[in-house]
């Protein structure tokens, strides 16, 4: 076996490997041995079937998947041993001559090769980033307790609408003078809640009426474009409302006014359990020290970008072999066509920088990621998950079961290792560059993420 490389101009390689007869004859004769003994022919008891018979029918073939393999072992192997980075994979270069497999060769492959491009990524005491602490004001806290209050909440009934109140009524489809049509469309308890009506004039009908009250209105004026919403008020087919004009008649049997719990006892022991909050200023207290980390987790993010961007920056223009790497991604998307990888080029190319910027930083830094510190990302991931829904006291164990679901998925493993990776990298830097801190509310940070 013969394998040359060529790169002339670094990134564009071409590597050339002839696989002679002696390279795979062994094997190939060992495997069709083996398919002797389990051969079934007619005529032939197992394993008595002539050779040549199994060279006719296996032999092209077998001689081809291990040629392959050899293909692909030996092209890995001088890679790695010449320290070659590979960008996606070998393509058949356009220098391929034409090949007959059903000879003995000598077989003569043509690979091109995308090669990485050489450059230097470094971080040092020297390299200065911003990094913007959000402040656990008095209002973050207050958003906070209006949050808990309005999740613990509860309807009560009322008697006059306002805001957002739901109301409950039956509805009667009406003719052209006004009088309930007969055979028409009569619906009970339809829930109508005024505030999602996007009409002014089919919304202010409702303007403090009260059980009782009779109101006049055109469901398919007041949710135009919207036959879905119009059938489900009055619970029939979607078919039924496609061409419906008729007025409505709508008569209040009940008013909702949804009230947010009062802030005492009763709420604090909701949220955080009974007993850990005595007063309001032990729960706003719980409350600041809950926001705390999320608040850390959004400005560690923000200096991830700003480290991303920083290194890029110092980092420079970067050459790609771009014909090569278009053919790559090709080659990838073949259902999605060359417009689709023109469209998304650019992008993948940055996204490639920063991932060979990001490898010389974790190297250099000998950042390690175990599987301890995936599994607290997943069970994170899992905590977030909950406080986005009030819970903010869920229980060790259940945060361990849930994770553990989402990490028998593949795509699930890979997101929570690169989140792993970009924490242990951002604490690493943090301890390697001079941070330029800055203390900002939570508004001016969320301008500071727009202008990203």
């Not at 980092?315 to 023109?342: C, I, S, T, W, Y």
């Amino acid at each position: 076996m013969n394998i040359s490389f060529e790169n002339a101009d670094k990134i564009n390689g071409l590597m050339t490997i002839t696989i002679e007869q002696a390279d795979y004859e062994e094997k190939v004769d060992k495997t069709l041995k083996e398919y002797r003994k389990k051969a079934n022919f007619p005529g032939f008891r197992p394993g008595m079937v002539p050779m040549g018979m199994i060279k006719k029918q296996f032999g092209t073939q077998v001689k081809v998947d291990e040629i392959n393999r050899l293909l692909g072992e030996k092209l890995t192997d001088y890679l790695h041993q010449n320290n070659i980075q590979m960008l996606g994979e070998p393509l058949p270069s356009e220098k391929q001559g034409p090949l007959d497999l059903s000879g003995d060769g000598p077989f003569t492959f043509v690979f091109d090769i995308a090669v990485a491009p050489e450059f230097k990524a470094e971080l040092t005491a020297k390299d200065k980033i911003d990094y913007y602490k959000i402040k656990v004001d008095d209002k973050l806290v207050d958003d906070q307790v209006q949050m808990y209050a309005q999740q613990n909440g509860e309807f009560q009934k009322a008697e006059t609408f306002s805001g957002n109140d739901t109301l409950t009524g039956d509805l009667r489809q009406l003719d052209e003078q006004g009088n309930t049509l007969e055979g028409g469309i009569t619906t009970e308890g339809g829930m109508v809640m005024p505030a999602y009506i996007k009409v002014d004039d089919q919304r202010k009908l409702f303007d403090g009426c009260k059980p009782g009250d009779i109101i006049t209105f055109n469901p398919k004026k007041a949710y135009p474009d919207n036959d879905a919403e119009v059938a489900a008020l009055l619970k029939v087919d979607k078919e039924q409302v496609k061409d419906l004009t008729s007025d409505f008649s709508y008569q209040v049997t009940e008013i909702r006014h949804y009230q947010p719990a009062e802030v005492g006892q009763q709420l604090f022991d909701r949220v955080f359990g009974e007993g850990a909050c005595k007063d309001e200023k032990e729960f706003r207290q719980k409350i600041a020290e809950a926001i705390e980390p999320q608040l850390t987790s959004n400005s560690d993010y923000k200096f991830l970008m700003d480290v991303r961007q920083y290194l890029e920056n110092k980092v420079g223009d970067v050459q790609f072999p771009e014909a090569l790497l278009k053919r790559v991604m090709l080659n990838n998307n073949k259902d999605k066509g060359a417009d689709f990888v023109e469209k998304n080029f650019e992008g993948s190319i940055r996204e490639l920088k920063w991932h060979l910027i990001k490898e010389q930083i974790v190297a250099a830094n000998n950042v390690k990621v175990e599987d301890a510190d995936v599994k607290a990302v997943a069970k994170d991931a899992i905590r977030q998950q909950f406080a986005q829904y009030g819970m903010s006291n869920v229980p060790d164990d259940v945060l361990e079961n849930y994770a553990a679901e989402q990490m028998k998925k593949r795509e699930n493993i890979d997101n929570f290792v690169d989140r792993a990776v970009d924490i242990k990298l951002m604490e690493v830097v943090k301890n390697v560059v001079k941070l330029n801190e800055k203390s900002v509310t939570l508004a001016e940070f969320n301008k500071l993420m727009q202008e990203k």
